[in-house]
């Protein structure tokens, strides 16, 4: 049936509810004559008589029944769904997927979200571990993070973390009997914990910065891992050395669980930015973005 049939089976609907040509072009806003002609148009079309008309009401037959039976529930679903979105703009309500590494959504997105989520019940995260250059709009994501350095220019970003400062360590165990490297080059003569990226199937090269020299090497040893906190935790197993974000090893080198090396090499990157891809955010999306952003 053609798409502009469907508002006579609403007519169709409220005619056989209400038994009466009257009552129901009332409540359609059309006039009975209209109505009662849609109504015989509707019949053509099926090629059945739905409706049994007398001068003083309406009644189904049993065509109409069978029609009406399966009509109305339908149009029942979808007014309720068409109130329930109209409800979204005004009430914070939906899930918002979001992918991250797996160090921002631990140290950044979920201690921020917290609040906001004990706050509003019917809004629902849900966090994909990711640390592929994922294109949210094809893998039906809201929003994304990445370092600010990262972000795609046709996107809209708002910086929610300061900047990334990443260390070298190992553990005691392991830098017993080896002497730390002085420069970055001298991490081939090194165990190293090694991170895989599964955007261009290979291992991360290490980058390092002093004064205008930046540079990257490419170290071997005996663990590879696709998480961050499973690398720090080789590290404190003394397998080899890591390369991870400076706020996770900090406690563990206060304690002396953990030494750092190349501290003078150590880079910064821009912090971490949510990233989406319309300006015009669903109300559940603009409170996980005012729960992130950075104050001003």
Known sequence: MKSENWNDLQAFVVVARERSFTRAAAQLGMSRSALS??????????????????????STTEAGERLLATLAPRFSEISAEIEALTALRDKPAGVVRITAHDHAIVTVLWPKLLPMLHANPDVQVEF??????????????????????????????????PPLRMAVVGSPAYMANRRAPSHPRELTEHRCINL???????????????????????????AVFNNTFLMLQAALDGIGLAYVPHDLVAPHVDAGRLIAVLEDWWPSFPG?????????????LALVVNALKLAS
């Open 37 to 58: 002609h849609a109504m015989l148009g509707l019949e053509a079309r099926l090629g059945i008589r739905l409706l049994t008309r007398t001068t003083r009401s309406v």
């Open 196 to 222: 895989r990226l599964p955007t261009l199937g290979g291992l991360y090269a290490w980058d390092f910065a002093r004064d205008a020299q930046e540079l990257n090497v490419r170290v071997q040893g005996q």
């Open 272 to 284: 971490y930015h949510l990233y989406y891809a319309s300006r015009q955010k669903s109300p559940a």
């Open 128 to 161: 994909s571990i990711d640390y592929g250059l994922v294109n949210i709009v094809a893998q039906n994501f809201d929003a994304g993070v990445r370092t600010g350095n990262l972000v795609e220019k046709d996107m809209v970003a708002v910086p929610i973390a």
